[in-house]
């Protein structure tokens, strides 16, 4: 019966593709159509009978599940119809969904879309340090700042961020979210500010600096 089940089976069984998990009879058909198993730890037979048996960490933190190609090999050639290609896709977002991994691709999101909320256009030095800080990866922050200095001071980058007239128009859209929805007023604005203040700071060096040369040169 279901209610004896261990209780992440009965979990998977429940999302898109697990229905018949409990029909795997370890045949290796799927991994054996696998064009991605060099790469994998497991491959998905193995994945399969780890499901059927209760192992939700082992399954959900294992890179097998984000190495699959989905290219529905194992799903066509399954001889007992198992979505397994569906099943993956599932697991990858019960395992962003229960913290087993971090989703970079959505904080990078949300850095994007907080940044055009703010200003109505982006401004990269503002996006980079909103999606390093909310992944607290502050090491590669701080290893892009040489050659974001080159950039700004050959002018590849805006030391200041450019606004648009109308910056709500793009809400009214629905291009972004409601300023509502939208988080905002911590630890990363602050710093952000902070970060504007010194980059309108250094702004303002160059363009005197350079004022100083033309007026010598002039």
Same mark, same amino acid.
């Given at each position: ?114 940044? &055009?909320?703010?200003? +109505? ?6 996006? $980079?340090?909103?999606?390093? /800080?909310?992944?607290? *990866?502050? %090491? ?41 929805? &939208?988080?905002?007023? +911590? ?6 500010? $902070?970060?504007?203040?010194? /980059?309108?700071?250094? *702004?303002? %060096? ?13």
């Amino acid at each position: 019966m279901t209610s004896e089940m261990d209780p992440f089976l009965a979990e998977v069984m429940k999302l898109r593709g697990g229905k018949d998990v409990l029909e795997c009879y370890q045949c290796g058909t799927c991994s054996a159509s696998c064009p991605a198993l060099p790469d994998m730890i497991h491959g998905p037979r193995r994945i399969m009978y780890m499901i059927q048996n209760g192992m939700e960490q082992e399954v959900l933190s294992s890179p097998d599940i984000w190495r699959c190609v989905s290219c529905y090999s194992c799903m066509n050639r399954c001889p007992r119809g198992i979505e397994i290609t569906v099943l993956f896709s599932e697991l990858r977002r019960l395992a962003i969904q229960k913290g087993y991994v971090d989703d970079k691709e959505a904080e990078f999101g949300q850095a994007f879309t907080v940044t &055009l909320a703010q200003h +109505g256009r982006q401004f990269e030095p503002e996006l $980079l340090a909103r999606y390093y /800080l909310r992944v607290w *990866d502050v %090491l590669s922050l701080l290893g892009m700042v040489p050659l974001g200095l080159k950039m700004l001071v050959k002018g590849k980058l805006p030391f200041a961020p450019e606004h648009i007239q109308e910056p709500q128009a793009l809400q009214e859209a629905g291009v972004i979210p409601p300023a509502k929805d &939208l988080p905002g007023g +911590g630890w990363i604005d602050q710093v952000i500010a $902070l970060m504007i203040t010194v /980059l309108g700071f250094m *702004d303002a %060096l160059v363009k005197l600096a350079s004022g100083k040369k033309e007026a010598q040169h002039g």
